[in-house]
């Protein structure tokens, strides 16, 4: 016995779109799906492959991932290719605990749209030229937890948006400076971690003029106590900058009172800050609040466009500092309006009550609103003065030059509903007469009357000059009577 199988195939062809549509199935190939790898977890656009013991990305990783989760691995080196294919979409790339030591130029060039990198708890040891080259949308770099000791040039090219750098648990010796100096480099930095590090010094003047705008970390490091590094700690104290005032108990040059920093102190600070008013082009010689004596230690001077000191003041500049303290600014400019800071030593913290800073105003365009003051108030109060005398001249136009409703002393009996006149007297109207040399012109509604048989007669209106005349007429009779006695026609007078 022969077995016959027979495949039946789902395709019949009848009819001329039925064969069309049928073929396309039946002939037509499924879309291929992107898979998960087996040593990996997906979530939508979420994939974790932490954990894995990978020394080797799967070469089958979906490219829509926005977060990629590749922590707690055994990855050695990023270099160009070590994730195949393009992740056009990743946001997040979280490389934390793994073992990466060397980090090659444009290891994420697959990656543009690339905002959050963690590459925290490596072992990388240094920066090379160009490695965050096309991570132009990055906001935050974690690179703590490594030993990196040297960051060449042009490292940070590329990262315009970078705002939070965090650098601590690594072995710097230098601050890096070519964070805010280099070409191509973060513009909106908004915090840099760089404690536990081992840093000796720190640039102090490019720390007061970024100190107001960046959240800089550096507790933890093995900082020389000078009375330059006192300055600044005391000062930033008094401010309140947060990253000090935090971690205030891991810098011990707060609690140094060395002698060769100690100033003499006045104690009968002011309050609130003194104002200089100054003309373009003048000097000026602003003094170091709450310090005397002919010498001063070390001092820097906060201005609103530099920072400057006594150690380096140069003759020729545009400001100079005296060895007491003294800041003198030549030919003053419109631009160096603004809050000034004396920062000294003074070996014990500054009395929060006191005020060490200065306003100073160049020019009428700068002066301080408390001055201006006086003068606004005059305007307000003039110009409420003339609106005032406006509405009281209107409100006399309103009730002297508005026309008034005519009144009958004759029967009790009021003028037409839309009989109006301008009375320029009103005792005239009282009287009930009117002067001949006065005319007035007014509108009569016409009025009806009760005929005895149950029909309204319309009062009759006059034409030619008798008309005229009941109308305009200044004489013995009332408007109203001219109304309510059409019969009596007063004979014209001359002239009219």
């Not at 932490?50 to 990305?57: E, H, K, P």
Request: neutral net charge; proline residues 7%.
């Amino acid at each position: 016995t022969h077995t016959r199988t027979h495949t039946h195939l789902p395709c019949f062809l009848d009819g001329g779109a039925t064969v069309a549509l049928l073929l396309s199935l039946c002939l037509g190939s499924r879309p291929s799906v992107a898979t998960c790898p087996m040593s990996c977890l997906c979530a939508s656009d979420i994939i974790s492959c932490s954990s894995g013991n990978l020394s080797v990305l799967p070469f089958d990783l979906p490219g829509y991932a926005t977060w990629l989760d590749l922590s707690h691995n055994a990855l050695a080196a990023l270099q160009v290719g070590w994730i195949s294919g393009s992740f056009g979409r990743l946001v997040t790339l979280v490389l934390n605990r793994n073992s990466v030591r060397l980090i090659g130029p444009e290891a994420f060039a697959a990656m543009p749209r690339l905002a959050h990198l963690d590459l925290s708890s490596n072992q990388i040891k240094e920066l090379n030229s160009s490695i965050f080259a096309g991570l132009n949308e990055l906001k935050e770099l974690l690179l703590f937890g490594n030993q990196i000791s040297q960051i060449e040039p042009g490292a940070f090219t590329g990262l315009h948006r970078l705002h939070r750098f965090y650098l601590s648990g690594n072995r710097l010796k230098n601050f890096p400076l070519g964070l805010f100096s280099e070409t191509g480099g973060p513009r909106n930095l908004s915090l840099l971690d760089l404690s536990y590090n081992r840093l000796t010094g720190l640039p102090l003047q490019t720390l007061l003029s970024l100190a107001p705008h960046i959240g800089i970390y550096s507790q933890g490091n093995p900082l020389v106590c000078d009375c330059p590094l006192q300055a600044l700690l005391e000062y930033w104290l008094w401010k309140q900058y947060e990253p000090l005032v935090d971690f205030q108990g891991q810098y011990p040059c707060l609690d140094d009172s060395s002698s060769e920093c100690n100033q003499s102190v006045e104690s009968n600070v002011a309050s609130v800050a003194k104002t200089y008013h100054v003309e373009p082009g003048k000097w000026l010689q602003v003094p170091c609040l709450g310090f005397r004596g002919p010498n001063i230690t070390w001092v820097f001077w906060v201005t609103p466009t530099a920072v400057v000191n006594s150690s380096a003041s140069d003759p020729n500049s545009h400001f100079m500092v005296f060895p007491n303290g003294t800041l003198e600014i030549h030919s003053v400019r419109l631009e160096d309006s603004g809050t000034y800071a004396c920062v000294a030593p003074q070996g014990r913290p500054y009395s929060p009550s006191g005020s060490r800073e200065v306003r100073v105003v160049v020019g009428d365009a700068g002066r301080d609103p408390a001055h201006r003051s006086g003068s606004e108030h005059f305007n307000t109060a003039f110009t409420t003065l003339a609106s005032c005398v406006v509405s009281i001249i209107l409100v006399l136009l309103y009730l002297y030059l508005t026309p008034c409703r005519c009144r009958d002393n004759q029967g009790g009996r009021r003028c037409g509903g839309r009989a109006l006149v301008l009375c320029s007297d009103p005792r005239e109207m009282e009287a009930g007469q009117r002067r001949s040399n006065g005319k007035r012109v007014i509108f009569i509604e016409p009025q009806t009357e009760d005929t005895g048989n149950g029909v309204s007669k319309s009062t009759p209106m006059f034409s030619g000059h008798v008309a005229t005349e009941g109308i305009l007429k200044n004489g013995s009779r009332t408007v109203g009577q001219s109304q309510s006695d059409p019969a009596h026609v007063p004979e014209p007078e001359d002239g009219t």
